[in-house]
């Protein structure tokens, strides 16, 4: 298995943070949804990823790590002992909140990161942030000809360039493990695709799926990470109404000289 092969199980597990981090904000809004159910399906995901890792990167050497290393001992318990089983004397960690789970689950697949550099690539970071794909449209009662209006809004032009003639069919390369039954004189035949994703959040999450099945199909070694300073500025740029929840643009709100001000300070500040 190749590194990049292997960086899809450890941005899988981050993506489970991720998804807590949100349900975490908006805990109020889904109460009703059965909480506890999705947050041990992300659970369940975190721990059976990272201990892929372990398995792959240190075959053979699971008792040897347990016996030294109290976080991946802590990974292979609730693996083995919950999630992969149901043993009787499995004793879950007590949080006291969300937060606090998110804080030691990040502790935990940070350190996984720095224990398995050797068989993960060089340029993979780890970004958190809060979003969770289903969740989100959940919250926001996104159905899907909702979210295609939306597309309409930000992608007048989309319309226009699906109706382009192609010279040349492609086969959708969708998953990493189907590297597996491509052989390499077939590779030329397949491509990957790209979504932009409903926020700038998704769109971090989308371009690194995007780089990591790329990686493996190619060969390649493409990365995309996202910085403290553009997280704040979109945080602006959504408080000051020029974009939306959705990314949609508010060029209306432009007209207003006083938003136009603190505008071109947010975006001059951004250049510097």
């Known amino acids: 298995m190749t590194k990049w092969e292997l960086a899809r199980y450890l941005i899988d597990a981050k993506k489970c943070v991720d998804s807590i981090m949100y349900i975490e904000q908006n805990i109020v809004i889904l109460k009703n949804i059965g909480i506890r159910e999705k947050i041990d399906s992300k659970l369940s995901k975190f721990y059976i990823n990272c201990c892929a890792i372990l398995d792959k990167v240190f075959p ?3 008792k040897e790590l347990c016996s030294t290393d109290t ?6 318990y609730e693996r083995d002992k919950n999630f992969a089983h149901k043993d009787l004397d499995y004793r879950a960690v007590e949080y006291n909140s969300l937060s606090e789970m ?3 689950l990040k502790n935990q697949i940070l350190h996984l990161r720095k224990l398995c550099k050797e068989g993960l690539p060089d340029v993979i970071t780890l970004n958190f942030v809060p979003h969770d794909r289903e969740v989100f449209r959940f919250v926001n009662g996104l159905t899907a000809d ?3 209006i939306v597309n309409e809004q930000k992608y007048p032009l989309r319309k226009d360039c699906t109706n382009k003639q192609v010279e040349e069919c492609f086969k959708i390369f ?3 493990e189907e590297i597996r039954k491509i052989d390499n004189t077939e590779v ?3 491509a990957t695709l790209l979504e932009n994703g409903i926020n700038d ?3 971090l999450q989308n371009r690194q799926d995007f780089c990591i099945k790329t990686n493996v199909l190619f060969g390649t070694d493409m990365w995309c990470s996202m910085n403290n300073e553009a997280v704040t500025v979109m945080k602006e740029l959504r408080k000051l109404g020029v974009i939306d929840k959705y990314n949609v643009p508010n060029f209306e709100a432009l007209f207003n000289p006083e938003i136009q001000k603190k505008f071109e300070e947010i975006i ?3 250049k510097k």
């Open 146 to 148: 909702k979210e295609d």
């Open 71 to 76: 976080i991946v001992q802590r990974l292979y």
């Open 174 to 176: 969708s998953d990493t």
């Open 188 to 190: 030329k035949n397949y």
């Open 201 to 203: 959040y998704e769109g």
């Open 102 to 104: 998110v804080v030691d």
């Open 60 to 62: 053979k050497k699971k």
């Open 268 to 270: 001059d500040t951004e």
